[in-house]
Structure formats: C-alpha cells, structure tokens
C-alpha cells in the first residue's frame, strides 16, 4: 500500500513513509506530562482535522533516561498511530 507524508511530499510504501516521519518530522511531536501520576505522553496531531493521538511512556516515570534512549522507537509509535487515524478516518 502506498502513502504520501501528510507533512511534505515524500511518498512511498507505508513502511517507507512510517519511517521517514520518525526519522524528518520529530518536531511536529509533543510531550505531556501527567503531573497526578507522573506519566510522560508522547503526542501528535493530525495536520488534516487536529485530531490528537498520544503514547504513554510509562517507564519513562521510574526511568527518566529511557525517553532519550528509546526516543525513535517511540516516535515510531506515535506516528503509527498518526497513519492508522490517516486510513482510517481520511482515507489516506
């Protein structure tokens, strides 16, 4: 199945485009955190409805280091599940 970067041109396989959002566009990423249970979320929003989607890390809350070790896997993540709302709800 082929997909288009919902932030540039690039177009490709879907694994192609899942790993060229991680890879280009981490700036389009935010991070939260729960200040009652201390959990961190990772979160992206759909540039086509604002829709947000986001990723507990939990073991970012015993861990503090794990984020910046695991950053782009968790990146993966996160824009997988940008690309499931894609197809899903915008046909894309």
């Known amino acids: 199945m082929s997909s288009t970067c919902?932030?540039?041109d690039f177009h490709g396989p879907r694994t192609s485009v899942?790993?060229?959002?991680?890879a280009t566009h981490s700036d389009v990423l935010g991070w939260e955190v729960?200040?009652?249970?201390?959990?961190?979320?990772?979160?992206?929003?759909?540039?086509?409805?604002?829709?947000?989607h986001s990723q507990v890390v939990r073991k970012a809350r015993k861990n503090?280091?794990?984020?910046?070790?695991?950053e782009y896997e968790i990146r993966l993540v996160v824009f997988d599940l940008l690309l499931y709302h894609l197809?899903?709800?915008h046909n894309r």
């Open 6 to 8: 919902p932030y540039c």
């Open 18 to 22: 899942h790993t060229h959002l991680a």
């Open 34 to 52: 729960d200040e009652r249970f201390g959990h961190t979320a990772c979160v992206v929003t759909c540039p086509l409805c604002g829709a947000s």
């Open 64 to 70: 503090p280091g794990f984020i910046q070790e695991y």
């Open 87 to 89: 197809q899903g709800e």
